[in-house]
Structure formats: C-alpha cells, structure tokens
C-alpha cells in the first residue's frame, strides 16, 4: 500500500445532513488547500471560509476548509478537512473534484493506517478507536477513551520492558560471572517473571467483563411457558417489543433489544419458555434459549405467582429470581426473590435495580486493566504460556528462560504493532470506517 498517495474519504456519517466533513490525506497538500480555498497562502489549523468551485469557475459549495500540516496531523501527513453541506450532491461533485486532482477514494481504515506507520498511533490505540467509534453508551465512551489515549499502551509497553529485562539479564548469565551481575540476579528475574505472569493471567480473567462492557451485558429472561416473561421484557424495556398471549409457547424463536441502564449497554432477550414440546418451531424455539443461557452475563429467572414458587437453593452469582404476576398470588414473600407485576407496575424498578448492581459488579473487574478484547487475548495467552514455559525451565537452564522471556515479549509487541504481520494488521484496521 502506498502511503503517499492522495486518499478522501467522508469522515462523518452517510446520508442528508446539515453539514458533512470530507477528510482528504497525502503528502504535500498545500497548494491543494489553496486552489480549493482560492488563496494564495494560508495558515495550518485556521479555518477559511471559501467559494469550493471546479476547474471551469463553477461554485460546487460554500465550505469552511482546515489545512493541517504534517506532522501535526491525525496522520502524521499533510490533511485537509473540508466541512461541506450535507447533500449527498454536494459530496460526490468534491470526490469528483478530488479524483481529478489525482485523489482517490481511501479504504476502510486507511487514515489510521497512516498514522500507525507514522508512529502517531500504535495497535492498542487503534482498537481504542475502533471501540469508541462503536461507543453507544457512557461506561463504553469512557473505557475505549482510555484504550484510544494510550492507557493500554503504556501498560503493554512497561510489560514488554520488563520481558526485555528479564531476557537480557538471563541470557547474561551465561556469558558473565557471577560477580560481574547484579546480587540474586537469578531470583530477582524470576520473581520478576512471576510476577508479570500473574498480572497477565488477571488481565485475561477479566476479559469477559471487558468484552461485556464493549459489546453490551447480557441479560436473559428464562422460565416455563406462560410465567410472563415476554410481559416483563416489555415492562423493562418500557416498549411493546415482545408478543403477550395467555397461550404457553406464545414465544418461539429469542426476542433481542438494547437498552442502557446505568450507562452500561444491555442486550436484553426474551426467550421460548422450557418445556416439553411436540411442535417442531417450538422446539428450535426452546434449543435456542439453551444457547442464550450459555451466552448469558445475567440470567432472569422468571417464575410465576399463580403456580407453587420454589426458592432458589443455591443461587448463582448471576442469577436474579423474579416472582411475576405478583398482583394475583397469595404466596409469603421470600427472601432474595423480587416480585414483579406487569400490570401494576410494581417491582419493575426494583428489577431494573438489581440487573444494574449485577452488572456493576461484574464491570468492576473491568477497571485498573487493559481492555482485552479478541485478539489481545490469543496474543496475551501466548505471552503467559511463554513465562510459564520459562519459569518452568529451571535455574540451570537460563538460556531457555532468556528465549521463553524474549518469545513474551514478541507476543506484547504484536499487540503493539511494533512486531507485526500483515494479517493482524488487516484485521485490526479493518474495524474502522472509511474517514479513520
């Protein structure tokens, strides 16, 4: 890929708006700037209101145009920014106008591509990006915000660091005397690689509460057929979303919504009610609703008031019993239960209250950490096997701890971008829309 070429693209969002923000790339764009603005010089990051017209003096828009100089840029290169009304005409005249300036059309992410070649962004920060682009909710703004300003890096690169270290000092071992090295140089590696593992083994541990704060918490409704859950997806929802009937299996294939609560996005599912089925849609239905329990943060367990309630024994730590239909039963209310009735409203708030303590606390081991996602993951097991690998050595073997230690560190810079390979640069950069 050549990243000198001129490359445009539409960094706001597609379709009528009252102003768009065409993004445009390359090396040496100031003479550029100054034909679309018609001036004859002009200052970087200083906005000018200008006549755009073609090569023939027709106007195309009144735009307010930015010339950032490299390498004070997102990417590092000359951009320019042209803020243009929002008609989808208006915009393709100036990629017209771009083409024939010698301009093309960029990729997906190739504006970030840029600037992690130009070292103004590495890896970890990209997918901070790629999060925060996808931000729907306040906790996921501020968690990719972190990842994007470089608080995953700056964990990432104390670790590789550290693995560094630690691979020079045993290698070193083996060339030098002992009075030559640092007193206990060969415990102090050792507690130093233990202790790097054990950071790592817990950044991996909360990568489900990373992932759930990224792509939205889970939450499942569950019970028998006919308890009410399609009535209680309603009421938490505050939207008739889901079909209410008398009839049992009313429910056959998973109802989803998003809905924010506490500022965490949350998947919310209604599911075919478990019994014995005969009807063979019912029976997709109810399999479905197997797979969703298994994908569940949060399980509703959702049983009615008209039928013997059963307390709940031995309560997961991710599961909150709801008794519904409140309204009409007569049953003694049981500790750790919480009664709900979707015609009266009552319990509903106390509902969404408590799926909100639950995911608050499985949030919480989502803070002081990097945020792990799919491929950091693959990356980070790699580094903690190689630590294990090394520990497991021995202490005669030192120049297999130095490698293991070396091999760690290799799997941090993947994560970094410092050593790469082309696929994980693809799949990294291709999260990103075009205009990033």
């Not at 208006?90 to 591509?113: N, P, Q, W």
């Not at 501020?142 to 964990?155: F, T, Y």
Request: charged letters at 25%; glycine letters at 8%.
């Amino acid at each position: 890929m050549n990243n000198n070429e001129t490359i445009f693209a539409l960094s706001s969002g597609n379709g009528k708006s009252g102003v768009a923000v065409i993004r445009v790339s390359g090396d040496d764009l100031y003479n550029l700037f100054l034909k679309i603005t018609n001036r004859k010089s002009a200052d970087a990051r200083h906005a000018y209101f200008a006549n755009f017209r073609d090569d023939t003096g027709d106007l195309i828009d009144q735009i307010i145009a930015i010339y950032f100089s490299a390498p004070h840029s997102f990417t590092g290169s000359d951009i320019i920014e042209i803020h243009c009304h929002g008609a989808p005409a208006v915009i393709e005249k100036i990629f017209e106008y771009l083409r024939d300036m010698g301009g093309r059309m960029a990729t997906a992410g190739e504006f970030s591509r840029r600037a992690f070649y130009n070292n103004k962004m590495d890896l970890a920060d990209i997918d901070g990006l790629a999060a925060l682009l996808d931000a729907q909710t306040d906790v996921q703004r501020k968690s990719a915000l972190a990842s994007m300003l470089g608080g995953d890096s700056a964990i990432y690169n104390t670790w590789r660091n550290q693995m560094i270290e630690i691979s020079a000092y045993a290698a070193a071992m083996l060339d030098y005397a002992d009075d030559e090295l640092p007193t206990n140089i060969g415990k102090t590696i050792r507690e130093k690689t233990k202790k790097l593992y054990d950071e790592i083994n817990i950044a991996i541990s909360r990568y489900t509460a990373v992932r759930a704060i990224r792509g939205g918490f889970n939450v499942t409704l569950i019970g028998k057929t006919n308890v009410g859950k399609s009535s209680l997806f309603n009421a938490i929802l505050g939207a008739n979303r889901a079909i209410v009937s008398d009839t049992p299996g009313t429910t056959r294939d998973v109802v989803s919504a998003t809905i924010d609560i506490d500022g965490y996005m949350v998947n919310l599912s209604d599911t075919a009610g478990i019994r014995r089925a005969t009807n063979t849609i019912e029976k997709i239905g109810i399999e479905r609703t197997k797979s969703e329990i298994e994908n569940a943060d949060i399980i509703i367990n959702v049983q009615s008031a008209k039928n013997k309630i059963k307390k709940p024994l031995h309560p997961a730590k991710n599961e909150i019993y709801v008794v519904n239909k409140s309204d009409i039963g007569t049953h003694e209310h049981i500790r750790g239960i919480i009664y709900t009735s979707t015609k009266t409203g009552n319990g509903i708030k106390k509902l969404i209250t408590a799926i909100g303590k639950k995911i608050s606390h499985i949030a919480n081991g989502a803070e002081s950490s990097v945020a792990v996602n799919a491929r950091t993951r693959t990356l980070l097991n790699d580094a903690a096997d190689e630590l294990k690998n090394a520990l497991d050595a021995g202490t005669e073997n030192y120049d297999i701890f130095s490698e293991h230690t070396r091999r760690a560190a290799d799997a941090i810079g993947k994560i970094l971008g410092t050593i790469t390979a082309s696929e994980v640069l693809d799949a990294t950069f291709s999260q990103l829309c075009l205009g990033k």
